[in-house]
């Protein structure tokens, strides 16, 4: 895909999340790779008014090439590239169920939520929580590049998720699953639920 249409469609795509209110602000960013870097939105955008013409490119080597100065939160983004290397797109959102089940004292580090859905254990699987670190402390990064090569989606503790895709629709459509199952284990707490069984688990892991 041309750089062009790449420039469009983040743009295209940030307007569509927040719109529907998947995250608030100048929160959350999106970053794909091109053939000589990436494009990532700028530092204090809102997804929902992004420009083409001012997302920030990176080059290779990862500096500042044209357009805005990046999101703070470029690092997020780096390490799962840098860690996953088929990863053609990343996506980090402050989704408020997301945001939600991450702040919860009793979750399991290791597999955040449970699996409610088929389509939530094929395109998200396990997801481990990150410790909470400040905004901006790359300690924060070395801990997401721990969890990266083995899982494309990780949920920060008290901040959210971030997604990896082989692609931007397939990094979209992963955290937007994630975002509706957090919502569905909220709206579920305290009932009693069928969960999948292992088997049903493993036969769609497999
Ligand atoms: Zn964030």
Redesign the pocket.
Known sequence: MSEAKLREEVCVIGASIFGRGLTAGS??NISVKTEDGWLMTPTGSSLGRLDPARLSKLGADGRLVSGDAPTK?SFLHRVMYEERPETGAVV?L?STHSVAVSCLAEIDPMDVLPPITAYYVMRVGRLPLVPYFRPGDLALAEAVRGFASKHHAVL?AN??PVVAGTDLDAAVNAIEELEETAKLHLLLRGAKIRYLSPAQVEELRA
């Open positions: 929160s959350g939160e980090h402050h920060l901040h959210g």
